[in-house]
């Protein structure tokens, strides 16, 4: 038996805990080639609320009662394979659940001696990997000023960390002032100022009054308009995310400083991570290192159990988490 994450209804903005079910289900019965797999963490992920739609984005929408997926990091708990074994540590996209069975071409291997095994769903997970994807996408390098919105979550505060060690000068902004203290104290941001606590364009001017050259957008919105102001002639803006409108219920206006991109002639790239999907292995063996080494930290927020899960889901929009968000299933 494995208890599992139903989305009963889909959201109309801010999603609730009724949009979702703790389901009690009989595990599909191990065949031969396949492995049986119990999670040890699972992820909850900002894009995961573009699924909740009922429409086709650039990934298909998440069906009513049926399991969500997502990223987990789980243990081989019995194989009729040759190519895994029992108490093998591995990557799947079989999370919202406690165990599953699948075929080993669906799972990948990670090393059990790397820990803790969540880091795999942070900073060496996909949030590290859309982090660094997205500086290389404009080449960010040695003396840009680089200014990421929603630093403390888990892509911008590894997006700041691997800037700075690029030599970069670092600021971020975050929506309280422990988070503020997070990105200066343990990701060493150059500096970091709390958005809520006056305008977003006079605090970045503040912080950055000769101007910025890349802005690691992660959030939209105000942000957004105020990178456009501070930005550089020929600066570079990554558009990774836009969480300040994931739960609106009618259009959002656009920045009002749009004729900025002409004036300064600016580059503005969009992404999605999986499109760089075969450029893991190095990745891997760059942020990998630097985690190895102590260079790179990868902070969690953890909440216990997996009927917590739609709250952990929850709390990415309201604030909650520092870091990473993740569900331990132990």
Known sequence: MSREIHLVSYPIGLPTEANFSVVTTDVAPLLDGQVLVRNLFMSVDPYMRGRMTGRTTYVPPFELNRPLDG?????????????LKSG???LSRYGWREYFTAAPSELQIVDRSIEPLSVYLGALGMPGMTAWVGLNLVDVKQGDVVYISGAAGAVGSVAGQLAKLRGCQTIGSAGS?????Y????????DAFNYKYGVISNMLTQVAPNGIDVYFDNVGGESLEAALTAMRPHGRIIACGGISQYNAEKPVPGPANLFNMITKRLTW????VSD?????????????GYFREGKLRNRETILQGIERAPEAFIGLFTGENIGKMVVDLN
């Open 71 to 83: 990223g987990a990091v789980g243990e081989v708990i019995e194989s009729r394979s040759e190519l």
């Open 88 to 90: 093998d540590a591995v």
């Open 177 to 181: 002032s422990d988070k503020v203290n």
């Open 183 to 190: 990105l200066v104290d343990e990701c060493h941001y150059d």
């Open 269 to 272: 790239k969009g992404f999605i």
């Open 276 to 288: 760089s999907i075969a450029q893991m292995p190095q990745f891997i063996s760059e942020v990998g």
